[in-house]
């Protein structure tokens, strides 16, 4: 079977990419590290398949139709917006899984859309570019939570998709070694008039629920608060909660956070930690 | 004002650069695909930014169409025009 060895939440911020020499040094490095040392955890952990959580910016999906969720379960390529200087290429997918996920969530009343064909945005390919991209033959699965137009996709189903995930690769009749990384900024604002603004009294309160894996205090935090506090950036916090669901999180160890102006967003990098290995507990 | 027939004319310039160049070739053959009042014609074909996070669109779409049209590395005067000069 399928086992879930790993977890993490890292950044997607395209500007990482776009203007890479914008921060101060000792910010972009920290970033640098922060990438290089999940890959490198993910070497460790002989990670073959990453599940991405991560969140359109109404680039991929318009007003026609908005998925609250969405996995990839065939082709893939990205990324989305040639701004991000990445040449887009096709992103290697694990589809037996991916359908598995899918129809299992199905079984389990998950309202999934799919997606035959995908072009990820940033908030998988600065992912994938930046730090899978350094883990031999890894593969990634793209999953899509909407938290960026209204209504956004409710907090409790994100944890119910974590929890689905996380029955779904245990009982997938393969061999893989999966990771789930949650995708994101902690405060920041896009588009909004108080851009580049960070809040990082707020951040450090997040960093606390991160290192207690506390998905219930996470849950507590309204969209009105962040949307007032931390901005529209912030609510990728569901991304986290899906994953630390995923991974049966129960703490997790902040590797590194930075405040970064020039990025317009606090940036941080975790890992996420399970009370046994994570494939071998009891739901 | 709905929202709704403004935040679909942006999100066709953003999706295809095609109809992005579309846009600024002609603005108003353009938007006449669209169901938008006068006001919110204008609007959209001044692009006007401080309006239309005014009228709660989305903001992450405002500035995708204001990146499509003017390029990504522009944000800082997509800030200036959005806050009144206050900041860039």
Avoid: K
């Avoid at chain 1, 996995?71 to 989305?80: A, H, M, Q, Y």
């Avoid at chain 1, 949650?182 to 606390?208: C, K, L, Y």
């Avoid at chain 1, 219930?216 to 912030?234: E, K, Q, R, Y």
Wanted: glycine share 10%.
């Amino acid at each position: 079977m399928a086992e879930l060895v790993g977890g993490f939440l890292i950044p997607h911020d395209p500007l990482i990419a776009v203007i890479p020499d914008a921060p101060a040094p000792h910010h972009a490095e920290s970033i640098t590290r922060g990438m290089e040392r999940v890959a490198s955890r993910l070497r460790e952990l002989e990670v073959d398949t990453v599940i991405t959580v991560g969140d359109d910016h109404y680039g991929m999906f318009g007003p026609g139709c908005i998925p609250a969720c969405l996995i990839g379960i065939g082709d893939v390529e990205g990324p989305l917006e040639p701004f991000l200087g990445f040449a887009r290429a096709p992103i290697p997918n694990d589809e037996a899984l991916a359908a598995h996920i899918l129809r299992v969530g199905f079984d389990e009343g998950i309202g999934w859309s799919y997606a035959r064909s995908l072009v990820v945005d940033h908030s998988c390919a600065v992912p994938y570019y930046l730090c899978y991209r350094q883990v031999p033959d890894v593969r990634m699965i793209p999953i899509y939570l909407n938290d960026g137009v209204d209504p956004y996709v409710p907090v409790a189903l994100a944890r119910r998709i974590g929890e689905s995930i996380r029955r779904a690769v245990r009982t997938h009749p393969g061999n893989e070694r999966v990771a789930v990384i949650g995708t994101g900024g902690w405060s920041h604002w896009v588009g909004a008039p108080e851009m580049g603004r960070i809040n990082e009294a707020f951040d450090a309160q997040v960093n606390t629920m991160i290192a207690a894996a506390d998905i219930d205090a996470l849950a507590t935090l309204s969209d009105a608060t962040v949307l007032a506090t931390a901005g529209n950036g912030a609510l990728e916090f569901r991304n986290w909660i899906l994953a630390m669901a995923a991974v049966g999180a129960t703490s997790g160890t902040l590797l590194s956070y930075d405040a970064v102006p020039a990025w317009v967003s606090g940036l941080g990098f975790a890992e996420l930690h399970a009370p046994q290995p994570v494939g071998a507990g009891r739901d | 004002m709905s929202t709704h027939a403004v935040e679909l004319a942006l999100w066709t310039i953003v999706a295809d650069p095609r109809d992005g160049a579309r846009f600024a070739a002609d603005p108003d053959a353009f938007l006449a695909a669209f169901r938008l009042d006068d006001d919110e014609r204008a609007i959209v074909r001044s692009l006007d930014v401080r309006r239309l996070i005014a009228l709660n669109l989305n903001s992450m779409l405002v500035m995708n169409a204001y990146c499509a049209l003017n390029g990504f590395q522009n944000i800082p005067a997509y800030l200036q025009m959005l806050n009144g000069g206050a900041r860039g």
